[in-house]
C-alpha cells in the first residue's frame, strides 16, 4: 500500500538554517532519485501559528511518496540527504500516511493512490492540502489567513498543524492532525 512520508524539521542557528535554505536548491534532485521514491517536494513554512506570508526560516518540510510502508522505512533510514537534515535539525518529526481520498493534481500529477479499504473514524487523520494561488486572489488569501488560523487555536481535536509552500506566497500547502474524523470535519 502507497504510504506517504511528511518530514518536518526545525533548524535553530544561523548555520544551521542558511544550511537548510540552502537544501531547497541542492536536495531536491538527489532526494527525487532516492531509490523507491515515486514523488518529492521540499518545502518552507511560514511564521507564526501556522500560514503566515513572511518566511519561517527555521522550519522545513519533506514530503516523499513511496509504493509501500516497507520501502518507506527503508528509504527514510538509508537517505544521506535526510540523515543530513537530520544531523542539523534541532528537532525533527515524520510522519507516516496513506491515503484514503484525494482530489486534484500537483504539477499535472495525480501522485496519491487512495488506499480501497475506509479508515476507522475514530483513528488519527491527517489533511494535506495544496493551492496554487492567482495574482489576482492573493491580497484576499492573505488577508484571510489571521482569522482562519484563529479559528483553528481552539478546536481541540487538532492534534498538529504546519503551513508549508513549495515557492512563497503562491504555491501554498497545509497540512494537519487531527485526532478523529468527526473532529476534522
Request: net charge positive.
Amino acid at each position: 500500500m502507497q504510504t506517504t512520508t511528511i518530514s518536518c524539521f526545525r533548524f535553530e542557528s544561523v548555520a544551521a538554517k542558511l544550511w537548510a535554505f540552502s537544501q531547497m536548491q541542492f536536495a531536491r534532485g538527489p532526494l527525487a532519485r532516492t531509490p523507491g521514491v515515486l514523488f518529492c517536494k521540499l518545502m518552507g513554512s511560514g511564521t507564526g501559528e501556522s500560514f503566515h506570508p513572511i518566511p519561517n526560516f527555521g522550519v522545513y518540510a519533506v514530503l516523499l511518496i513511496w509504493p509501500s510502508m516497507a520501502d518507506a522505512r527503508k528509504g527514510l533510514a538509508d537517505s544521506t540527504v535526510l540523515a543530513n537534515y537530520r544531523k542539523n535539525a534541532a528537532e525533527h518529526l515524520t510522519v507516516y500516511l496513506q491515503t484514503q481520498s484525494a482530489w486534484g493534481l500537483w504539477d499535472g500529477l495525480a501522485p496519491f493512490d487512495p488506499n480501497d479499504t475506509d479508515a476507522p473514524e475514530t483513528r488519527p487523520i491527517g489533511v494535506l492540502t495544496r493551492a496554487t494561488l492567482r495574482k489576482g486572489n492573493l491580497y484576499e488569501f492573505w488577508k484571510s489567513v489571521p482569522s482562519v488560523s484563529d479559528s483553528l487555536k481552539d478546536e481541540p481535536g487538532l492534534i498538529f498543524k504546519l503551513g508549508m509552500g513549495e515557492i512563497p506566497w503562491v504555491q501554498q500547502v497545509t497540512f494537519s492532525i487531527w485526532r478523529d474524523a468527526k473532529d476534522m470535519r
